[in-house]
T-cell receptor, first 115, second 111 residues
Framework: GAVVSQHPSWVICKSGTSVKIECRSL??????MFWYRQFPKQSLMLMAT?????????EQGVEKDKFLINHASLTLSTLTVTSAHPEDSSFYIC???????????FGPGTRLTVT | QKEVEQNSGPLSVPEGAIASLNCTYS??????FFWYRQYSGKSPELIMF????GDKEDGRFTAQLNKASQYVSLLIRDSQPSDSATYLC???????????FGTGTQLKVEL
């Protein structure tokens, strides 16, 4: 398989502050990375698709000004949650996709708690 | 209508039995099909993927695809307690490269 890392694994921040989450594909180049959010006992929700060198494509209902995504290289994508609020507390998971076969490999996730 | 449907379960099987997990999808143009396992509090882990009609085996896992019936399944032979998890079915449609996930089936393997 392929390895995707995510940092930090958990973070606690105060309401109104911003948090940056990094996602790295360690052993393959990922032209596309995805960001998901998952609330307890609920299914994965795709937030956005991130292509290297271009603007991210956000799913309907996801605020692009609140969830800033940058995909500056073939191995790194970042998600910044701006002006975080308690309702943003969730499990954020990134994935990286191989171009030809399209399977996605997930990072270990980041648990965000906003107080 | 949901695009990818799975029975939420829980599906309970005794240790050593075969667990059968099912998934249906609505987009006839779907090309690629994936099974993921997700333990509670963890991120999904890819088990296997299948593109062609028929069966694909990998160790104790067998994926089965029937495009005419728009049906994909995962069989787990010799189920172990460590297989207890939520199994997610994901489908890639005809356009783009994002996957559509089902809501998952919770599997419990009992001693």
């Amino acid at each position: 398989g392929a390895v995707v890392s995510q940092h930090p694994s958990w973070v606690i921040c105060k309401s109104g502050t911003s948090v940056k989450i990094e996602c790295r594909s360690l052993d393959f180049q990922a032209t596309t990375m995805f960001w998901y959010r998952q609330f307890p006992k609920q299914s994965l929700m795709l937030m956005a698709t991130s292509n290297e060198g271009s603007k991210a494509t956000y799913e309907q209902g996801v605020e692009k000004d609140k969830f800033l995504i940058n995909h500056a290289s073939l191995t790194l994508s970042t998600l910044t949650v701006t002006s975080a609020h308690p309702e943003d507390s969730s499990f954020y998971i990134c994935s990286a996709s191989r171009q030809v076969t399209y399977e996605q490999y997930f990072g270990p996730g980041t648990r965000l708690t906003v107080t | 209508q949901k695009e990818v449907e799975q029975n939420s379960g829980p599906l309970s099987v005794p240790e050593g039995a075969i667990a059968s997990l099912n998934c249906t999808y609505s987009d006839r143009g779907s090309q690629s099909f994936f099974w993921y396992r997700q333990y509670s509090g963890k991120s999904p882990e890819l088990i296997m993927f299948i593109y062609s009609n028929g069966d694909k085996e990998d160790g104790r896992f067998t994926a089965q695809l029937n495009k005419a019936s728009q049906y994909v399944s995962l069989l787990i032979r010799d189920s172990q307690p460590s297989d207890s998890a939520t199994y997610l079915c994901a489908v890639k449609g005809g356009g783009g490269n994002k996957l559509t996930f089902g809501t998952g089936t919770q599997l419990k393997v009992e001693l």
